[in-house]
């Protein structure tokens, strides 16, 4: 068994054009490790995000299994192992639901392993199997949010990057997408990252936390610690 | 009744031109969001190599096959090379290195081949006795071998586009680069082979035309008209829309076929204008177009 982690950061940073979002953050993921990144609007978690899995390019280290991944484009990132859920779900709206998911497996050999691995996303998104046929864009938010999370993990990533995946909906829905998951992600030993605002849900089946304020990590432990951690408790789960 | 024949005919047969040139727009505005205004040129250039050849003796039917492969090649490299370069930075770039494209090729076509009439070879028979009579109206050959090329180019883009994955790549970077990225596709291959597809089509088309436009002889100046025509095909199909360049292309083809014919007042030299107000009017009107579902930011 390798010594080193799944995905290990290091001083990495990363902004927009002359801006510098990111200062020097340190971050680590084991391999099916699930861990939750927070932080309030403007702390650069989506910053984050994007840097990890190669949409906008960054400075300092990303290492996956030890090796150093230099500034990687997304497809290559995607082919270390490492998918992103991006914020807005990034819909290809003009698509139906099954060429989403067909997109989603452009890395798989063969297009009877697309199908077999599209059929087992519509067994735990039946919803999604209902809509099959339908042009992506016309789905509900909450559709289009399982929809991103299948598309996301049709390459059978070994590590799924969540940029707030609870944006906009119900806290019903929500609650149910963190189920599905913590229990793909128990399943299939997929290693989870998120990024949330709402912290509590991502809490509960999260098992390590970073904290980010203003583009660098103020803090970070397991997920019990931060619960029992009343400053953070009342800052980030509002009770 | 011949008479109205023998328009719809003759209009049908620009109108396929102005399919082949629109649905070369469809492909790099669909990569793109970008109108590649230097897509006639790339057709003229490569109809100028297909007269070189012919001259060097060799059939345009043999022709015409390493002329549509060198329009790939053309459209893949500019791509590669002077397209994405600028393409971070933003659309004006990319217009204003399109139009250096447009006048570089008509300048280096002028150049190696000079400023004088070509006598274009015909890929079709076409002389006396050579068509159908349709109700008293002349089908030429020829122009039902353009309608034919025609359809089966569009029968084979909307195969690609919906049967294999690599259309399906290409409508995912065409929906949503980003998504399609972070799905594992490679975008700037799928960019480069978009633009090459484009201008093989366009040297199919350029090959064509030349033929059909009186007085059928090539020049510099052959496809000024014909791309401002497909310009305003595409668009008042929507410029997203495979439909809509084979529609807006016959609607086009066809109208001014008719209008040139039946409204006396009006000399050829109108339909340039009538499709700038066709282009102004679109925009003003319904910027996506018949079928198109995005609209063009800017020009």
């Known amino acids: ?239 | 009744m011949d008479i109205f024949l023998s328009r719809l005919f003759a209009g049908m047969t620009s109108g396929s031109i102005y399919v082949l040139i629109a649905l070369a727009l469809v492909v790099v505005f669909r990569s793109s969001t970008t109108i590649n205004f230097a897509q006639g040129e790339f057709a003229l250039f490569t109809a100028y190599v297909a007269w070189w050849l012919t001259e060097r003796g060799l059939n345009i039917w043999v022709a015409i096959v390493p002329v549509v492969i060198l329009g790939f090649i053309m459209g893949a490299l500019a791509e590669r090379f002077l397209i994405r370069p600028v393409r971070k930075r933003d659309e004006t770039a990319i217009l204003i290195v399109a139009l250096g494209l447009f006048t570089g090729l008509n300048g280096l076509a002028g150049w190696i081949w000079g400023s004088d009439d070509k006598v274009f070879p015909t890929m079709f028979p076409s002389s006396e006795g050579t068509y159908f009579s349709v109700f008293g109206a002349r089908l030429h050959y020829d122009a039902l071998f353009v309608w034919l090329f025609t359809a089966a180019t569009v029968i084979g883009l909307v195969l690609l586009f919906k049967k294999t994955s690599l259309g399906l790549e290409m409508r995912a970077v065409a929906t949503n680069p980003e998504s399609a990225a972070l799905c594992g596709i490679k975008v700037g291959r799928i960019l480069t082979l978009s633009w090459g597809l484009s201008a093989a089509i366009g040297s199919l088309a350029g090959v064509m035309l030349v033929p059909t436009i009186p007085p059928g002889q090539l020049n510099l100046a052959s496809m000024f008209h014909v791309l401002i025509f497909a310009s305003a095909a595409a668009l008042l199909g929507g410029l997203d829309s495979i439909k809509g360049a084979v529609v807006g292309g016959l609607i086009m083809g066809v109208g001014l076929a008719m209008i040139n014919g039946y409204v006396s007042f009006i000399n050829g030299s109108f339909s340039l204008t009538f499709a700038l107000i066709l282009i102004v009017g679109v925009l003003t009107i319904k910027p996506t177009g018949l079928y198109g579902t995005r609209r063009l930011e800017r020009v």
């Open chain 1, 1 to 239: 068994m390798s010594q080193s982690p799944l995905l290990e950061v290091r001083g990495l940073r990363a902004g927009y054009g002359q801006i510098n979002v990111l200062q020097d953050i340190d971050l680590e993921v084991g391999a099916g490790e699930v861990v939750v990144v927070l932080g309030a609007n403007g702390a650069g978690k989506s910053t984050l995000m994007s840097a990890i899995s190669g949409l906008i390019p960054h400075t300092g280290e990303i290492h996956v299994d030890g090796k150093p991944v230099g500034n990687p484009r997304p497809d290559e990132m995607l082919k270390h192992g490492i998918s992103l859920v991006p914020q807005g779900r990034g819909t290809l709206t003009a698509l139906d639901v099954k060429d989403n998911l067909r997109v989603g497996g452009t890395n798989l050999g063969s297009k009877k392993q697309v199908e077999e691995e599209m059929d087992r996303w519509f067994t735990i998104f039946p919803r999604l199997a209902e809509r099959r046929d339908q042009v992506a864009g016309t789905l509900s938010g909450g559709e289009q949010q399982m929809l991103a999370i299948a598309r996301a993990l049709m390459s059978k990533p070994r590590m799924l990057l969540c940029d707030e995946i609870s944006l906009g909906l119900a806290p019903l829905i929500i609650q149910g997408l963190f189920e599905t998951l913590g229990k793909v992600s128990a399943e299939s030993g997929t290693a989870l990252l998120l990024v949330e605002q709402n912290a509590e849900l991502a809490l509960d089946i999260a098992s390590r936390v970073y904290l980010l304020e203003v583009g660098a990590v103020a803090s970070s432990g397991t997920a019990a610690s931060f619960r029992d951690n009343n400053n953070i408790r009342q800052a980030y789960l509002g009770y």
